[in-house]
C-alpha cells in the first residue's frame, strides 16, 4: 500500500485564488512528520511547511497553511492568493519514527499547479 | 549564504563508467541523504549518512557507493553496476536524522547515460 497519496496528477487556479492539495498518508507509528515541498522546472525542492503529529494546531508559513485532520489521515496543503510563481510540482511527504524507510523521507507522486493569469 | 551545493548540474556517462557526484554543505547539519529522482515519480532514498565516517542504505543502494569522511560533505559514486543511472540526483541535509527534523535538498544533478 502506498505511504503517500497525492490523487491530483494536474490542478489549475486563476491568479489569486486559493487552491487546495490534496494529501492522504497510512502510518501506524505514535509519531510522524508531515512535509511538503514545491518543485519548480528548474528541479530543486523547496521547503514549504512541516506539521507533526502531535502539532494541535495546524501548521501556516505565509501563503501556505497545512490543514491536519489526524483522524482522517490527510494533510492537505493550501496556497491562498495564488501568484504566477506558484507553478511547479508539489510533493507531499512524510518521515516515520519506525518508519520502515529507515525513518526517512516518503515522497507521494506529486502534483503539478498550473496558475493562470 | 548557507545552503547545499551540487556539481555538476549535468553530467553524461558513458556505459561503464562510475561517475561521482558531489554533495556539499555550510549549515553544520549531522545527517547527509542521496535521493534518486525519476520522471513523473517522487523521490527515493539512495543512502543516508547520521553522522560522520557513518552511512546507511536506502532503498534503491544497489548500484551506488557513498562516503562521510567530513561532516559538510557527502559524494555518490554511481557505479558501473547501477542498470539505469539516467535520473535527477538530489542532496539533502538536516540538523540531526530525528524523523521531525526538516531535510533541505540542493539543487540537484542530472545524469544521463550515453
Known amino acids: 500500500a502506498q505511504k503517500i497519496t497525492q490523487t491530483q496528477p494536474g490542478m489549475f487556479v486563476q491568479e489569486k485564488e486559493a487552491v487546495t492539495l490534496d494529501c492522504t498518508y497510512d502510518?501506524?507509528?505514535?509519531?510522524?512528520?508531515l512535509f511538503w515541498y514545491k518543485q519548480p522546472s528548474s528541479g530543486e525542492m523547496i521547503f514549504l511547511i512541516y506539521?507533526?503529529?502531535?502539532?494541535?494546531q495546524n501548521a501556516t508559513e505565509g501563503r501556505y497553511s497545512l490543514n491536519f485532520q489526524k483522524a482522517r489521515k490527510s494533510a492537505n496543503l493550501v496556497i491562498s492568493a495564488s501568484q504566477l510563481g506558484d507553478s511547479a510540482m508539489y510533493f507531499c511527504a512524510m518521515r516515520e519514527l519506525y518508519g520502515g524507510s529507515q525513518g526517512n523521507l516518503i515522497f507521494g507522486k506529486g502534483t503539478k499547479l498550473s496558475v493562470k493569469p | 549564504d548557507g545552503g547545499i551545493t551540487q556539481s555538476p548540474k549535468y553530467l553524461f556517462r558513458k556505459e561503464g563508467q562510475n561517475v561521482t557526484l558531489s554533495c556539499e554543505q555550510n549549515l553544520n547539519h549531522d545527517a547527509m541523504y542521496w535521493y534518486r529522482q525519476d520522471p513523473g515519480q517522487g523521490l527515493r532514498l539512495i543512502y543516508y549518512?547520521?553522522?560522520?565516517?557513518?552511512?546507511q542504505k536506502g532503498d534503491i543502494a544497489e548500484g551506488y557507493s557513498v562516503s562521510r569522511e567530513k561532516k559538510e560533505s557527502f559524494p555518490l559514486t554511481v557505479t558501473s553496476a547501477q542498470k539505469n543511472p539516467t535520473a535527477f540526483y538530489l542532496c539533502a541535509s538536516s540538523i540531526t536524522a530525528v524523523h521531525t527534523d526538516t531535510q533541505y535538498f540542493g539543487p540537484g544533478t542530472r545524469l544521463t547515460v550515453l
Open positions: 502510518t501506524s507509528d505514535p509519531s510522524y512528520g
Open positions: 506539521q507533526g503529529s502531535y502539532d494541535q
Open positions: 549518512s547520521q553522522i560522520v565516517n557513518d552511512f
